[in-house]
């Protein structure tokens, strides 16, 4: 299954691998009372997400992707009896359930599964009334939460260059997502004996999250300072790339507005080809850019701030002309609908191919009469998450 490490050097080149996961029952766990804590606007109905995912799937399978679950290589990684319970033991810490007899119930209600059982109901959340406790009284029907944020695959971890980021995740809610991570670059029987570099680890101490992450070319990185992501997590990351001799030579921090609507880079701008790319237009003048280099002889980062604007700034990093195409044309209603919808939030396959939102059908002809070839998949289900493309996959290898 996998032939070689990590490989992802670029945004827009040749997708090969990509790592997804199918909604499950962690979806039908929403309530609405809970909406917020969950980090959800509304509640999917899964059987339409389910099949828009998919879609989703088989636009990418009919483009020559390999496509790969996240549930499916968490479950190849707790094979082992001594690992599964090692594992469910880290579930269990990372739950925060205090009450000893609460906890071993719990275990004895996991340990008898299979591994792909296991991971599944871990997702999906585990209530009382599953291990024998009457909920009648309970303000809370969980023990464990569910994770439905979990088809956005982007954010968790993320591969750049030959190495991943396992990442620390600005919220409780989604802090646990990254231990399937954890487990599959440990124990995995391909992936955990690749000794794939971590530029950043789960149990650092700042918060970065995938989707500020954007590789944009072999030498150039760009990483949102946002509202998920700190700044002084970006610096550990730069340190640790340049440090152990990774390809990239420059590092852009793009600092944007920290607001839910903006929450990560990648729903405000993307790559969708060489000298491409799709931006929100009410926040174009409103990013600043630092950029980060390093002094090999003292062992230090530069940073400077870039005044220019972000198509000169791109210009220049990418040595080449570069074009912004502006989600909803810039008109101020269309623009701000079709960003709620993650207009911007476009998955580049192939230079100059994505895949999109078919529900964002301004953004998507213009994408179109910008020579782009636009593959809409539907999202009516999907998109209530508050994620587009680019945050349901997680690229592992990119075509050199």
């Given at each position: 299954m996998f032939k070689s490490m990590i490989n992802?050097?670029?945004?827009?080149?040749k997708l090969e691998k990509v790592l997804l996961h199918r909604p499950g029952e962690e979806i039908e766990n929403l309530t609405p009372e809970y909406l917020k804590i969950l980090l959800f606007d509304d509640i999917p109905y899964l059987s339409r997400a389910v099949e828009e995912h998919d879609k989703f799937a088989k636009a990418l399978k009919e483009n020559?992707?390999?496509?790969?679950?996240?549930?499916?290589?968490?479950?190849?990684?707790?094979?082992?009896?001594?690992?599964?319970?090692?594992?469910i033991n880290d579930v269990m810490e990372e739950s925060y359930i205090k009450d000893d007899i609460l906890k071993?119930?719990?275990?004895?209600?996991?340990?008898?599964?299979?591994?792909k059982q296991i991971i599944l109901k871990i997702m999906a959340g585990i209530r009382y009334k599953e291990i024998g406790i009457c909920e009648e009284y309970k303000d809370y029907p969980f023990i464990m939460h569910p994770m439905p944020n979990l088809y956005f695959t982007r954010d968790p971890f993320a591969c750049i260059g030959s190495g991943v980021t396992i990442n620390s995740m600005k919220t409780k809610t989604r802090k646990r997502e990254t231990i399937f991570a954890k487990y599959i670059f440990s124990y995995h029987p391909i992936l955990g004996g690749q000794n794939i570099p971590r530029w950043y680890n789960r149990e650092d101490e700042y918060c970065i999250e995938g989707?500020?992450?954007?590789?944009?070319?072999e030498d150039v990185l760009a990483i949102g300072h946002s509202q998920r992501s700190?700044?002084?997590?970006?610096?550990?990351?730069a340190k640790n790339i340049f440090e152990k001799g990774e390809k990239f030579k420059t590092i852009l921090i793009f600092e944007i507005p920290k607001r839910r609507a903006f929450m990560h880079l990648d729903t405000v701008f993307t790559m969708v080809d060489y000298d491409k790319f799709v931006l929100h237009p009410n926040i174009e003048e409103s990013i600043k850019v630092n950029t980060i280099t390093y002094d090999y002889k003292n062992k230090q980062l530069i940073i400077k701030e870039d005044m220019d604007s972000?198509?000169?700034?791109?210009s220049k990093h990418l040595k080449k002309?570069?074009?912004?195409?502006?989600?909803?044309?810039?008109?101020?209603?269309?623009a701000s609908r079709e960003q709620w919808n993650d207009g911007s939030n476009t998955l580049a396959i192939a230079p100059g191919k994505v895949i999109t939102y078919e529900r964002n059908y301004i953004t998507n002809e213009i994408l179109y009469k910008n020579n782009i070839s636009v593959i809409p998949i539907p999202s009516s289900e999907l998109s209530r998450g508050r994620g587009g493309p680019r945050c349901m996959s997680m690229p592992l290898r990119r075509k050199l």
């Open positions: 992802v050097y670029s945004e827009v080149e020559g992707i390999e496509v790969l679950y996240l549930e499916d290589l968490s479950a190849e990684s707790i094979e082992n009896e001594n690992i599964k319970e090692k594992f071993e119930k719990t275990i004895r209600y996991l340990e008898y599964m299979t591994p989707g500020d992450e954007l590789i944009l070319s700190d700044k002084e997590a970006i610096l550990t990351i972000i198509r000169k700034i791109l002309d570069i074009k912004l195409i502006r989600c909803g044309g810039g008109d101020k209603v269309v």
